[in-house]
Each structure stands twice: as structure tokens, then as C-alpha cells.
């Protein structure tokens, strides 16, 4: 058991690097079961990796877990980015329709997570540093590993279930997990409109790739989706757009700001209608319910990085 006690210091490292790794670890064990249900039954060394990946990652989440009850942030676990109420029978169908075994007992563990307490176990950030080295480590050798599906793909070399551009797609929000947390492990802080900014270009190419990969994984009789995905699709890539701008005016970004909140509001709800409709066998397509409920779960995440910004924000350092 850990002793608790008063750690002012280290309580945003501690808070931000588990609720780092429960959101993102369960992200990169989902990444390994997609890639691990798309190989073919002849590619035996690469659904050998994606299957050991998986694991590796439980231990992670696993370890994230244990670390965070009582310490993890009210508005995470309120938010919705880490589990929904629809994650478990997700994955409880995932399973049934894949054969590839899930470990719900951590997502069952997880929805028993309490907030933080106000206090902090006294030693606990000793574990949190070697949490995150063991993740680092994972990361990037996870990373590597999609690199080197998606270059054998891309060569005519692999065929997966995958698009290319989902392979790549997963690669790059590895990258953007291994970089999040090397800032956290170095201390590293940065300009908070600077780092505002790089987070929305990077979620709304993330977002409108979702609405891109559900419109042609939709069956075409889905005639309304395909539609709507196609909208969501292009609303993102404007924002994109714009939020590449030159020299973007504070009063600008405020207006993008509440058009991305919009924009992110408006795919969460379609991605929950989603997965409502394929957990009722009621939507015709190939996305798995795990798959639609990952992605909700990733606009939950960006809705709460939109949401911290308020008036005056962008003056604060």
C-alpha cells in the first residue's frame, strides 16, 4: 500500500501523466486488436505482434489503474474519454464477433475509479516515472511496428483490413502520445496558445479522418451516414485549414475555438448514434462497435482540451 499525504509539487505531473495513460493506453491496446482483426490468418508473425502488443499494453493500463484511484481528475473521468456507457458491451461484442480475447476486468476496474481526493500517495511519483519510461519504451516499439506494416502495405508487400490511411492514422496518434508524454517525463512546458494550437490542427485532421474512414466503411445503402460522415469530413478539414493560418489574431482563434466545439460536439453525436446502432444490430457496415466506440472516445478527449479554454486564456502563462 501506498501512504498518502500532501504532494502540492508533483500533483500535475502525477495527475497528468495517468490520466495521460488511461485514456492513451487503452487507445494503443484498441490500435493492436484492429490491426490484430485485420491481418490474415497467413500472416502469422504480424498477428503474433499485434496480439503481444495488446497485453503489453493491459500491463500499462493495468499499472494506470492501480495508480490512479483517488488521484485521477473529476473532469477526465466525467468526460467520457476514457470509458462510455456503451465501452464494455462494445468490447463484450468486439469479442464475440472477433475471437480476439479483451480484458474487460480492467474496463470494469476502471468504471470503479474514484476522483481525486485532494491528497496524493506521498511516493507515489517514483512509480509515475517509471510508469511513463515503461511506456515510452512501448510507444515507440509499437510505433516502429506500424511503420513497418504500413511501408509493407504501401509496397504491395502486406494486405490488411485496413486502409493504408488508418494504418497511418494510428501511427500518428502513437507519435502524438509518445511526444505528450516525453514533455510530462522532462518537465517541459510550453506557450499555451502555441500548445492549444498544435493540439486542434492535430484533432481536426484526427476527427475529420474519422468521419472519412466511417463513410467508407458504411454500407452504401447507408445512404444518410455516408452523407453526414461526408459533412463531417469536410467541416474538419476547413478547420484544419484555417487553423494552419498565418498569424491567427486572438480574436480569430476565439471564433475557431467555438466552431471546433461545434464541430467536435457535432461527430461525438453521430459517432454515439453510431455505436447505439451497430451494439442493436441496427446499421449496416464493417466497423466493429469497438471501433466506432474508440472513436467517440476520442472526440470526448478533444472536446475536454476545447473546453478548457475560456476568454483571457491565451494571456496566461
Not at 487507445?27 to 490484430?36: C, G, L, P
Request: aromatic residues 8%; contains cysteine.
Amino acid at each position: 500500500m501506498l501512504a498518502t499525504g500532501s504532494v502540492p509539487m508533483i500533483g500535475n505531473f502525477v495527475r497528468e501523466s495517468l490520466d495521460l495513460h488511461l485514456f492513451f493506453a487503452r487507445i494503443m491496446r484498441e490500435h493492436a486488436i484492429f490491426m490484430q482483426a485485420g491481418f490474415l490468418p497467413k500472416d502469422v508473425t504480424y498477428l503474433q505482434q499485434a496480439a503481444q502488443f495488446k497485453c503489453q499494453y493491459d500491463e500499462i493500463l493495468k499499472e494506470a489503474i492501480r495508480l490512479s484511484d483517488c488521484t485521477t481528475s473529476g473532469e477526465v473521468l466525467q468526460s467520457e474519454e476514457l470509458l462510455t456507457d456503451k465501452t464494455l458491451r462494445a468490447e463484450q461484442k468486439t469479442q464475440e464477433l472477433t475471437g480476439i480475447p479483451i480484458d474487460m476486468a480492467l474496463t470494469a476496474e476502471e468504471l470503479r475509479l474514484n476522483p481525486d481526493s485532494g491528497t496524493l500517495p506521498a511516493e507515489i511519483e517514483p512509480y509515475v516515472c517509471a510508469l511513463n519510461q515503461k511506456a515510452m519504451l512501448l510507444i515507440t516499439s509499437f510505433a516502429e511496428f506500424k511503420a513497418i506494416v504500413l511501408d509493407q502495405v504501401t509496397h504491395c508487400c502486406l494486405i490488411t483490413n485496413l486502409f493504408p490511411l488508418q494504418i497511418e492514422h494510428v501511427y500518428k496518434e502513437a507519435l502524438y502520445y509518445l511526444k505528450v508524454l516525453k514533455r510530462l517525463q522532462n518537465n517541459q512546458f510550453v506557450d499555451s496558445r502555441v500548445d492549444l494550437l498544435e493540439q486542434e490542427v492535430f484533432w481536426d485532421e484526427i476527427m475529420g479522418e474519422h468521419a472519412r474512414f466511417v463513410r467508407h466503411l458504411l454500407d452504401p445503402s447507408e445512404r444518410a451516414l455516408c452523407r453526414k460522415a461526408k459533412e463531417l469530413t469536410k467541416g474538419f478539414e476547413r478547420l484544419e485549414q484555417k487553423m494552419k493560418g498565418e498569424g491567427l489574431p486572438a480574436s480569430s482563434f476565439g471564433r475557431l475555438m467555438h466552431e471546433n466545439i461545434a464541430a467536435t460536439l457535432s461527430i461525438a453525436e453521430f459517432k454515439a448514434m453510431g455505436t447505439e446502432l451497430i451494439l442493436a444490430c441496427q446499421l449496416k457496415s464493417l466497423l466493429s462497435p469497438l471501433l466506432i466506440d474508440h472513436t467517440l472516445r476520442e472526440a470526448n478527449y478533444y472536446m475536454r482540451i476545447l473546453q478548457t479554454w475560456k476568454p483571457g486564456y491565451l494571456g496566461r502563462r
